[in-house]
T-cell receptor, first 116, second 111 residues
Framework: GAGVSQSPRYKVAKRGQDVALRCDPI?????LFWYQQALGQGPEFLTY????????KSGLPSDRFFAERPEGSVSTLKIQRTQQEDSAVYLC??????????????FGSGTQLSVL | QKEVEQDPGPLSVPEGAIVSLNCTYS??????FMWYRQYSRKGPELLMY????GNKEDGRFTAQVDKSSKYISLFIRDSQPSDSATYLC???????????FGAGTRLFVKA
């Protein structure tokens, strides 16, 4: 497909469980972003990659959150020891270069994480 | 105070109405402003962007920025049921790469 693909679409985890969320950006897109969207809220920035380099992780809520993009394409967001407050939709977005202010972000449909 | 403030609604209008969606922002250094549309269980998609102050029109949509009052607006003319979605205003942070979103306004257009 031509768009940003995220998997799984839905994830239910028991509190304390580790989860891994996958993002396949548009082929050739240099920049990749992770956002967290709580119910009824706008997306909140988590982290940003340019190729394989993680340039900003200031939005990660705690050290239980970890993201990687080892080969500059697919990215994984990992959450360790999940807590109920981690329940949200996790959105991945990519853009061609990330170098221009008005560059369009392309979003995936997100992974809805529910922690019980 | 959040960097971008937006009334979450919901806003319900009859088909054919003119819709006005609004946001305020806090940092006068912000230059680029965007409107994203998000359908239920989908990711946001870019509708329009504007730079600095002024208007930009695209079909039934008009985006307006007033930097003096730090106010951004989206107008939808001849609204359609297919316009029912959440509309997110957004801006680029001063770092240039991070997009900052408002909370989103849920819009319902009734046939």
């Amino acid at each position: 497909g031509a768009g940003v693909s995220q998997s799984p679409r839905y994830k239910v985890a028991k509190r304390g469980q580790d989860v891994a969320l996958r993002c396949d950006p548009i082929s050739g897109h240099v920049s990749l972003f992770w956002y967290q969207q709580a119910l009824g809220q706008g997306p909140e920035f988590l982290t940003y990659f340019q190729n394989e380099a993680q340039l900003d992780k200031s939005g990660l809520p705690s050290d239980r959150f970890f993201a990687e993009r080892p080969e500059g394409s697919v990215s994984t967001l990992k959450i360790q020891r999940t807590q109920q407050e981690d329940s949200a939709v996790y959105l991945c977005a990519s853009s061609l270069s990330g170098r221009t202010d008005h560059e369009k972000l392309f979003f995936g449909s997100g992974t809805q994480l529910s922690v019980l | 105070q959040k960097e971008v403030e937006q009334d979450p609604g919901p806003l319900s209008v009859p088909e054919g109405a003119i819709v006005s969606l609004n946001c305020t922002y806090s940092n006068s250094a912000f230059q680029y402003f965007m409107w994203y549309r998000q359908y239920s269980r989908k990711g946001p998609e870019l509708l329009m962007y504007t730079y600095s102050s002024g208007n930009k029109e695209d079909g039934r949509f008009t985006a307006q920025v007033d930097k003096s009052s730090k106010y951004i607006s989206l107008f939808i003319r001849d609204s359609q049921p297919s316009d029912s979605a959440t509309y997110l205003c957004a801006t680029k942070g001063t770092g240039g790469f991070k997009t900052i979103f408002g909370a989103g306004t849920r819009l319902f257009v009734k046939a």
